[in-house]
């Protein structure tokens, strides 16, 4: 049998990786039947703050039953150069032996997300051989995990890189197991956005970022970005997913490709582009 209680109080954390400082964290642990504990706990992280309660018990064949209840109000999760996210969550997590359920939502306010440029990254030689691990070999997760959650983004988030500008909003379901891929259900919007192509800023008209309860990884594309010169509109298709991307040049009124690349790039027909430009 275990008892009695266990508290910290006014403790902090630091986690250099993600430029957080978790302070203070108080936490009470308090027996109150043989293996069953009481736990309620709070910190802050930059202006947020987060919260949990429930309940931790072990039987006498030390087989871990808990129900957890997460609470956060835009606790900052991620303070780097290249990504500061705030995260409220409000989600509960139930542990019967080796099963991990974990239910709720997580509502993004803010974000501001700028992706380094993969371009200047330095690549493995072509004669580095990348062993990949034997799956037949890999045993089995000893916990058995599954997550269902929502995610909603809210007003201020703002993306800049892969030479996309835009704020992101919507309403996606992410659902995992431990033994599947990540996938998710529903719609992400790209407002107020711009994307850069041949050499030219172009304004995103719509941009949609569809899940359809395939993996999170690979979106579908619905995005249009086009440029006004006069009379003409002309722009790009992207569709297809973020892996496999279809890219089709259009115009309004229509016009052969070549011309209307000629008004994405130049804005003007070919015939009036300069000896330098054609």
């Not at 974000?111 to 070999?137: G, Y």
């Not at 997550?147 to 993306?159: N, W």
Request: proline share 4%; aromatic share 6%; glycine share 10%.
């Amino acid at each position: 049998q275990v008892g009695g209680k266990m508290s910290i109080k006014h403790g902090s954390l630091e986690m250099p990786r993600a430029g957080l400082h978790i302070k203070d964290i108080d936490l009470s642990l308090t027996g109150k039947d043989h293996s069953d504990f009481n736990i309620n706990s709070k910190l802050r992280s930059g202006t947020g703050t987060a919260s949990i309660t429930g309940t931790i018990d072990l039987d006498d064949k030390y087989y871990l039953f808990s129900d957890l209840k997460i609470k956060v109000e835009r606790f900052e999760t991620i303070h780097i150069h290249e990504v500061e996210i705030l995260t409220s969550p409000d989600f509960n997590i139930h542990i019967e032996k080796n099963v991990v359920d974990i239910t709720g939502s997580v509502h993004i306010p803010e974000a501001n997300i700028e992706p380094r440029n993969l371009e200047t990254t330095a690549r493995p030689s072509v004669d580095v051989k990348i062993k990949q691990p034997d799956i037949q070999n890999i045993k089995e997760p000893k916990w058995e995990t599954h997550i269902l959650m929502r995610l909603t983004l809210g007003e201020k988030i703002a993306f800049n890189g892969f030479g996309l500008t835009g704020n992101i909003t919507g309403d996606v379901a992410l659902m995992d197991t431990s033994k599947e891929l990540t996938t998710a259900l529903g719609e992400l919007q790209i407002n107020n956005g711009e994307y850069g192509a041949y050499g030219q800023k172009l304004k995103i008209d719509m941009g949609r970022l569809l899940f359809v309860g395939g993996p999170v990884d690979n979106p579908g594309l619905d995005i249009r970005a086009t440029r006004k010169a006069g009379d003409v509109v002309a722009g790009i298709d992207m569709r297809g997913t973020i892996k496999s991307t279809r890219n089709t040049v259009f115009s309004e009124p229509a016009m052969e490709e070549r011309e209307a690349l000629s008004y994405i790039i130049l804005g003007r027909p070919m015939e009036q582009a300069s000896p330098e430009e054609g």
